[in-house]
């Protein structure tokens, strides 16, 4: 009876065994077809993302819905574009020259300044901006350079002045938190090099709306109490020059000398204030202005006459001298006509006032008008750009009455089919292209 009883147990426990192994066998199959399923849902999933990142990617951007809101043409023949997708957000692009994208658009760029020697501030999303617990949205700015990268990484709290001479003035961001009252003002080079540090109370030219503004004149950083060379020496000018630290500059710094026009008549003092000279012209409503080309040869422009500090007179305008970096206009005494020379005061150019479109050169060229459309001619009188092109001569986009140099590539208006359509054009290659083809 025993025996039979052992025999028996062992049978029941070897047929569990099977029951339950081949039970485990089972689950391990479905398991594994779940696991099988899964996997093939993801991989399903990340292909048709891929696919989709594809076939947008092969898109235009017309055709993904953007639209152009600005065109911005800079000095250095480059042109900043605003773009805005369906949902009204704003991207950023460059195009070069050539009209081809050196930055394609994109929403990671938040603002982008114009370009000064050949840097442009970029400001995109501060990446520390959960870690300070701020409600606005942060901003970090760095610079690209004319080929569309990265010169300088974003890492700046704010841009004072843009590059000038190779410098620019940013202000710090100090650790993570970022306390407004630990940032530094600091000058800084073209490859991100701490160069100096303003120090208060010399570090704004003046504020207004509580915004604090330091400009960046020529090779000196001006400030409300006078200014840093190009050695950074500070020179205080509160002693001898008033308004100082107003929306204007009431002085100009030529060479070694301050040239300050007052209430009867212009002075000229050193640096420390020693007067040198006066000069019997100027008064309460005379304004002081110079290049930085005139001022290394010593010269400024007051009452319609290029002068130097000693009084003399290099250039007399007596109907209007305006500054258009690189030429100076004068309208000449006929009332008819006005010249343009180049900063060394050698004529380069007489236009007819009657059929000259605008108030400043092309380089070498300007716009005339012709029996029904503009065109573009050297200062030798060379054609480049004739009535067949159908340029509108109201159908320019910049301002022609701007005292300031023209860029390179503007915005026009062609007469096509009787309709107006815009174009960018290259004045110095003559290229053109239509605004709307840029998005194609």
């Not at 779940?34 to 990142?53: L, R």
């Not at 002075?267 to 290394?296: C, P």
């Amino acid at each position: 009876m025993k025996t039979i009883s052992i025999k028996f147990f062992a049978i029941i426990m070897i047929s569990l065994f099977i029951a339950l192994t081949g039970c485990s066998q089972e689950d391990e199959s479905q398991n594994n077809d779940i696991e099988k399923d899964e996997m093939e849902s993801v991989n399903e999933t990340e292909t048709n993302e891929v696919t989709e990142e594809i076939e947008e990617e092969s898109l235009s951007l017309l055709e993904q819905g953007f639209t152009i809101d600005d065109l911005n043409p800079q000095q250095n023949g480059l042109v900043i574009v605003t773009l805005m997708d369906l949902n009204e957000e704003y991207y950023y692009g460059v195009l070069d020259g050539n009209f081809q994208w050196i930055v394609e658009p994109t929403n990671t760029i938040l603002e982008i300044k114009d370009y000064n020697d050949g840097m442009a501030a970029v400001a995109i999303s501060d990446p520390n901006q959960m870690a300070r617990d701020m409600m606005d949205e942060y901003v970090i700015w760095g610079f690209i350079n004319e080929m569309g990268e990265w010169q300088i990484e974003p890492q700046y709290r704010e841009v004072k002045a843009d590059f000038r001479n190779s410098q620019a003035i940013v202000s710090t961001v100090e650790g993570v938190e970022d306390a407004p009252e630990n940032a530094r003002d600091i000058v800084i080079d073209k490859n991100g090099e701490e160069r100096f540090v303003l120090q208060e109370p010399y570090d704004y030219y003046y504020v207004e709306n509580d915004f604090e503004y330091i400009n960046y004149y020529n090779k000196n950083i001006v400030t409300a109490d006078g200014f840093y060379n190009a050695d950074f020496e500070f020179f205080n000018l509160r002693g001898f020059i008033e308004d100082l630290g107003s929306t204007f500059m009431p002085y100009e710094i030529i060479g070694d000398h301050i040239v300050y026009s007052q209430y009867d008549g212009t002075s000229v003092y050193t640096f420390t204030g020693e007067l040198v000279n006066t000069i019997a012209i100027g008064g309460d409503s005379s304004t002081i202005y110079t290049t930085e080309e005139l001022a290394n040869q010593g010269l400024f422009s007051l009452e319609n006459k290029i002068m130097d500090v000693n009084g003399k007179v290099h250039l007399d305008g007596e109907n209007g001298v305006y500054l258009e970096d690189p030429y100076l206009r004068i309208y000449n005494s006929d009332g008819g006509s006005k010249a343009f020379y180049n900063m060394n005061l050698e004529a380069v150019a007489q236009v007819n006032e009657e059929n000259f479109i605008g108030s400043t050169l092309f380089n070498d060229r300007f716009w005339v008008q012709g029996e029904n459309f503009a065109k573009l001619v050297t200062v030798d009188g060379e054609v480049l750009i004739d009535e067949d092109q159908h340029i509108m001569t109201n159908g320019f986009y910049y301002d022609q009455e701007m005292e300031t140099s023209a860029t390179p590539i503007l915005e026009v208006q062609v007469e096509e089919s009787a309709a107006e359509v815009d174009y960018l054009l290259n004045t110095e290659t003559l290229q053109m292209v239509k605004v709307d083809d840029l998005l194609n």
